[in-house]
């Protein structure tokens, strides 16, 4: 398989961009890495806080984003065994670990504290030619659109695992915060998936239609129009408790301060979504006496990982996306940065 020696990227040169479309080398796999040529990268709000480095954990600079890489495996390491030149792979935000701490033994590798984080501590998926840790890329079968599934291996991993995380049992009400987004609209597939009754919490009438007729949510609530957003969310539920679990995907801070009031006794408020800067806050004396639980969930193990993939490739989620090419990556910021985005942006990286 030919491999050329230069490719197009996108690539951070300073923080608070702008990014570059630029061409840059391709890189060699080390023994225990595979290059993939990635075909089609999902677009996640962590990329535009890689860019802006407003996150509280430095980037390396110059930086190629993107950590929702789907493409064919070119090239491999010489202590790779277990993927081969041909297979259909994917590139995620963990890019590897030691897979030796007390954490990686545990199956918790995303809690390494020597995990590699794609296009954030090294060079991620808004290129032709990506490097991947083999233990850690996701295995993708074959008939598997690579664009489609593109999204999965951050926003739909992540949003699957904070509803394992959860404790909402089937037959149970998940309130997602921030439903119409890229991680929203997958947190509602996989929660129906998982026979969860769902509530979406977003606003506008793009995203309430999604939510309703496209997504399979019960019941929607416009946290811009509604005049009390803790009881209406209580009353979207059969008894008027609030529901078993929240999801918070949500990218500004206030709905993290309105969760604890609006779940149900002995419900769980999973935060998932991290708003630059925000902080948490609870009433005590309700956490107190509902016995509520607060936690956070990030991203997913290698077993997520293959599951989430397994409902993508059953047709059990899908995922609204847009295609665009790598080359107009800033204009999909642009609209990020705007709210404006229902659904997922994906870049095709031969364009």
Same mark, same amino acid.
């Given at each position: 398989?030919?491999?050329?020696?230069?490719?197009?990227?996108?690539? =951070?040169?300073?923080? +608070?961009?702008?990014?570059?479309?630029?061409?840059? !080398?391709?890189?060699?796999?080390?023994?225990?890495?595979?290059?993939?040529?990635v075909?089609?990268?999902?677009?996640?709000?962590?990329?535009?806080?890689?860019?802006?480095?407003?996150?509280?954990?430095?980037?390396? $600079?110059?930086?190629? &984003? +993107?950590?929702?890489?789907? &493409?064919?495996v /070119?090239?491999?390491?010489? $202590?790779?065994?277990?993927?081969?030149?041909?297979?259909?792979?994917?590139i995620?935000?963990?890019?590897?670990?030691?897979?030796?701490?007390?954490?990686?033994?545990?199956?918790?590798?995303p809690?390494?504290?020597?995990?590699?984080?794609? +296009?954030?501590? /090294?060079?991620?998926?808004?290129?032709?030619?990506?490097? &991947?840790?083999a233990?850690?890329?996701?295995?993708?079968?074959?008939?598997?659109?690579?664009? *489609?599934?593109?999204?999965?291996?951050?926003?739909?991993?992540?949003?699957?695992?904070?509803?394992?995380?959860?404790?909402?049992?089937?037959?149970?009400? %998940?309130? =997602? /915060?921030?439903? *119409?987004?890229?991680?929203?609209?997958?947190?509602?597939?996989?929660?129906?998936?998982? *026979?969860?009754? %769902?509530?979406?919490i977003?606003?506008?009438?793009?995203?309430?239609?999604?939510?309703?007729?496209?997504?399979?949510?019960?019941?929607?609530?416009?946290?811009?129009?509604?005049?009390?957003?803790?009881?209406?969310?209580?009353?979207a539920?059969?008894?008027?408790?609030? !529901?078993?679990?929240?999801?918070?995907?949500?990218?500004?801070?206030?709905?993290?301060?309105?969760?604890?009031?609006? %779940?149900?006794?002995?419900?769980?408020?999973?935060?998932?979504?991290?708003?630059?800067?925000?902080?948490?806050?609870a009433? %005590?004396?309700?956490?107190?006496?509902?016995?509520?639980?607060?936690?956070?969930?990030?991203?997913?193990?290698?077993?997520?990982?293959?599951?989430?993939?397994?409902?993508?490739?059953? +047709?059990? /989620?899908?995922?609204?996306?847009?295609?665009?090419?790598?080359?107009?990556?800033?204009?999909?910021?642009? $609209?990020?940065?705007?709210?404006?985005?229902? &659904?997922?942006?994906?870049?095709?990286?031969?364009?």
């Amino acid at each position: 398989m030919s491999i050329p020696t230069e490719q197009w990227a996108q690539v =951070i040169e300073k923080t +608070g961009g702008p990014v570059e479309y630029k061409k840059i !080398p391709v890189p060699k796999p080390g023994p225990d890495e595979v290059l993939i040529n990635v075909k089609y990268s999902g677009v996640c709000h962590t990329d535009l806080h890689a860019l802006n480095g407003d996150w509280p954990l430095p980037t390396k $600079l110059p930086l190629v &984003g +993107g950590h929702e890489g789907a &493409g064919v495996v /070119v090239a491999k390491g010489e $202590l790779v065994d277990n993927v081969q030149i041909g297979d259909h792979a994917g590139i995620k935000w963990i890019n590897g670990t030691c897979l030796a701490c007390d954490f990686c033994q545990a199956s918790d590798e995303p809690l390494c504290p020597k995990a590699l984080l794609s +296009g954030y501590t /090294v060079d991620g998926t808004f290129q032709q030619y990506a490097i &991947g840790k083999a233990a850690h890329v996701a295995r993708i079968p074959k008939d598997v659109p690579l664009d *489609g599934v593109s999204p999965v291996l951050c926003a739909g991993i992540t949003v699957y695992k904070g509803l394992k995380e959860s404790g909402a049992r089937p037959g149970q009400t %998940v309130a =997602i /915060v921030g439903a *119409g987004g890229g991680l929203g609209s997958l947190a509602q597939q996989f929660a129906k998936a998982m *026979g969860l009754h %769902v509530i979406a919490i977003d606003s506008g009438e793009e995203k309430k239609k999604m939510s309703l007729e496209q997504l399979g949510s019960q019941a929607f609530v416009d946290f811009a129009t509604s005049p009390n957003v803790v009881k209406d969310v209580q009353n979207a539920t059969e008894d008027g408790l609030g !529901p078993h679990a929240v999801l918070l995907v949500a990218a500004n801070e206030k709905p993290f301060q309105q969760a604890a009031e609006y %779940v149900r006794p002995r419900g769980s408020v999973v935060c998932i979504g991290l708003p630059a800067g925000a902080t948490l806050k609870a009433p %005590v004396f309700e956490s107190v006496i509902k016995m509520v639980q607060i936690k956070g969930s990030y991203v997913g193990n290698r077993r997520d990982t293959a599951e989430a993939l397994d409902f993508y490739r059953r +047709g059990l /989620v899908k995922v609204p996306f847009k295609v665009v090419g790598l080359s107009e990556l800033q204009k999909v910021y642009d $609209l990020m940065h705007g709210g404006e985005i229902a &659904g997922r942006y994906i870049v095709d990286t031969s364009r």
